[in-house]
């Protein structure tokens, strides 16, 4: 994937689709990857997201150690390698050669970015709901590959059922 | 739409998918139905959800007051009025009228569950995040239509683009 610089105001319309997620995390050298579909945007501009992380995920002490994270949004040509990372632990596997997945140097996190997959954004945490196990997070960089204008995102009906992003349709919305 | 009743414990895989959703509010024969796409699961069973709804919003004062909602989920087939419910707002028109929107009766809110909609879920207000204007809500009573496998869900991706979900694939996953 040929990932570019995306303006921080469009991020919104990559999350608000509701897109299985895969959350990089990397802390003293520990790294893992954590397949996510419970996140919704909270804010527009700067792009701010909440993500439910729970303490039983290994990613939980990852993120909340370096306080930062990559959101990756993979599509279904790489849904095999997105199950298996949903899997899997990475509290006893290297989860990047488990599942196949290229790094990618990231300029604001530590955390490195998921090269097949066709949007990553780097994220800080501002700020915890710790009652909901939520993460409050900024986007501080997005990258998108411009050639992906349709992507066929990967959104979980439950118990390994994906439902794949079809066509998008014009509405005469005003909606932002 | 026939729908019947639907088990609580399957919820989640109707909302974390990540549909634009209707959210329709009744308080002292006040009404208003409003397009949403800012919200994600935090419980699997009992449902809970959270979803963003700004003090801008008419809903939010009909939500406040009442303390409870219906969230109803629209399919590409009605997308024009779900459009036009995102373009117009309660404050000032009669938006089942407007929309063309069928009232149901709810069995445990006052909100009048959309006939049109394939799904409907009767949503009680147990807590707020006042910061992020997040209404935390637990699901009672969940309403689906079993004619309908695959929704063709709509997914917001900005300025009237909607995604229509595709087909729903299986992948080896152990997620639930």
Same mark, same amino acid.
């Given at each position: ?23 990089? #995390? ?13 996140? #919704? ?60 997945? #290229? ?25 915890? %709901? ?5 993460? %409050? ?40």
């Amino acid at each position: 994937m040929a990932k570019q610089a995306f303006p921080l105001s469009g991020v919104y319309g990559l999350i608000e689709t509701g897109p299985v997620v895969l959350i990089s #995390t990397r802390w003293k050298g520990r790294e893992s990857i954590m397949a996510q579909s419970w996140h #919704t945007m909270i804010e527009f501009d700067p792009p701010i997201l909440a993500c439910v992380i729970s303490e039983s995920n290994y990613s939980f002490e990852l993120i909340e150690k370096s306080g930062e994270c990559a959101i990756n949004i993979p599509t279904v040509e790489i849904g095999r390698q997105v199950a298996l990372c949903g899997n899997s632990s990475g509290r006893n596997a290297d989860k990047f050669e488990a599942c196949a997945f #290229t790094r990618e140097k990231a300029s604001d996190v530590e955390a490195a970015l998921i090269g097949e997959c066709y949007a990553s954004l780097e994220c800080k945490v501002i700020d915890r %709901v710790k009652q909901y196990d939520l993460f %409050v997070m900024e986007v501080t960089r997005a990258w998108v590959d411009p050639a992906v204008t349709e992507p066929r995102t990967l959104h979980h009906r439950g118990y390994g059922a994906f439902m794949v992003a079809g066509e998008t349709v014009s509405l005469p919305s005003e909606m932002r």
